[in-house]
C-alpha cells in the first residue's frame, strides 16, 4: 500500500525540484528584494518581490512610473521529467486615482526558444485594491523544455502607471498583494519523458 502511494505521488509531483537564480536584473528586483521558492508540492514556483513598485504623479520621480524585473533561472528536474509553464498567477495592490492606469505585461521564455508576445493586463482608476491577473497557457501552447536538456528560463514583468486626472496625487501599482502572502505563481506541467 505505501509503495503504491509513493509511486503515484511520484509520477504525479516529481521530487525534488530546485529553481536556482542565475541574474536578476532591473529596477524592480534590486538585491535582496526579490526570493523565489519552490511549492512544496513540486507543482510550481514562486516569486516574491519586497520592493517592485511603479509609481507617477504626486512628487514621484519621473523615472518611477515604469518598473522591470528580469530573472534568469535554473529549474533543476528529476531525471526522467521534463516541464512546461501552465499558468502565472501574478498578485498585487495598487491605488489608483480617476483617470489613472496601471499596466503590468509579463512574459516568460526558455534560452534558445521562441520568444512570446508579451501578455497584458490593464487597471483603470478609481481603484485602490489588492488584484490578481492569471495567465493560463492552453495544453497546445505550452512549450517543454526537450528530454534531457537544461535550458534556463527567462521570466520578466513590468510595471507602468500613467497618472490620473489628479497628477499631484500619486498612483501606484506594486507586485505585492497587502492582504495575502501569496506572491507570483509560475505553475508546471509535467511530462515523463519516453
Do not use: K
Not at 542565475?22 to 519586497?50: E, K, M, R, W, Y
Not at 528536474?77 to 496601471?102: K, N
Amino acid at each position: 500500500m505505501f509503495l503504491n502511494l509513493a509511486v503515484a505521488a511520484l509520477l504525479t509531483l516529481p521530487a525534488p525540484v530546485v529553481v536556482d537564480v542565475i541574474t536578476l536584473n532591473g529596477t524592480g528586483c534590486a538585491p535582496g528584494t526579490t526570493a523565489i521558492s519552490v511549492l512544496p508540492d513540486n507543482s510550481g514556483f514562486q516569486i516574491d518581490h519586497t520592493d517592485f513598485r511603479a509609481v507617477a504623479g504626486g512628487d514621484a520621480p519621473v523615472t518611477a512610473f515604469r518598473r522591470n524585473c528580469q530573472l534568469n533561472l535554473v529549474v533543476h528536474v528529476p531525471d526522467g521529467w521534463t516541464y512546461a509553464i501552465s499558468r502565472i498567477v501574478h498578485q498585487g495592490s495598487l491605488h489608483l486615482e480617476p483617470g489613472a492606469t496601471a499596466v503590468l505585461r509579463s512574459l516568460y521564455y526558455y534560452a534558445g526558444g521562441p520568444l512570446p508576445a508579451y501578455r497584458t493586463h490593464t487597471f483603470t482608476g478609481p481603484l485602490d485594491q489588492d488584484w490578481q491577473a492569471i495567465d493560463t497557457i492552453e495544453l497546445e501552447a505550452q512549450v517543454f523544455v526537450p528530454c534531457g536538456q537544461q535550458r534556463n528560463l527567462n521570466v520578466n514583468a513590468e510595471l507602468r502607471v500613467t497618472p490620473g486626472d489628479t497628477p499631484a496625487v500619486s498612483s501606484w501599482i506594486a507586485m505585492r498583494a497587502l492582504s495575502t502572502d501569496v506572491r507570483t505563481t509560475y505553475e508546471f506541467a509535467w511530462r515523463e519523458c519516453a
